[in-house]
């Protein structure tokens, strides 16, 4: 039986799970590549980079997490596959070939500012949509990806 939840329209509903679930692609993609890059990591300040790694998938973790509970919320079928996020996520494919900590710190602050950007986007078509609760969760997001994509970019000054 389906959540009813009043004072949403169905097209509201409709562009927020749409909006989710493109968001839970990317951020399940910027979560492999943020692994990828963890398993992978050499080079000076090893350890200190192996550890902000570690944080950044967590971070990403919860708010995989939120989205995909706020889809169901909404009636919809949150998608998570690696199949369908690999088919689905507009971030560029991450490097395999990648070991230096700079290398792959760069390679992850583009990924991290296209999030950004896409989940900027999602903000406003939810909103303009009349959900202003899947436009908080992916503030959220927005909010937690921007001060990571700092911590980041921190490494390279």
């Known amino acids: 039986m389906a959540v009813e939840l009043k004072g949403l ?3 509201a509903r409709k562009t927020a799970i749409s909006e989710l679930n493109g968001r839970l692609a990317d951020s399940i993609a910027l979560a492999l590549a943020v692994k990828q ?3 992978n990591v ?5 350890i200190a980079v ?9 971070n990403l973790q919860g708010h995989v ?4 509970e706020r889809v169901q919320q909404l009636d919809g079928i949150a998608i998570g596959t690696a199949q369908k996020v690999a088919a689905d996520s507009g971030l560029p494919e991450y490097p395999t070939d990648l070991t230096k900590a700079e290398d792959h710190i760069r390679a992850l602050s583009e990924r991290y500012r296209d999030h950004g950007e896409k989940l900027r986007a999602a903000i406003d078509a939810t ?3 009349g959900d202003a609760d899947t436009a908080d969760i992916l503030t959220a997001a927005s909010r937690t990806v921007d001060k990571d994509l700092w911590f980041l970019e921190s490494h390279l000054e």
Do not use: I, V, Y
């Open 37 to 39: 890059a963890h398993w």
């Open 50 to 58: 192996h550890e902000l790694l570690d944080m950044l998938h967590a």
């Open 65 to 68: 997490d939120t989205m995909a």
């Open 42 to 46: 050499k080079g000076r300040n090893f």
């Open 127 to 129: 909103d303009e949509a």
């Open 9 to 11: 329209t169905d097209n």
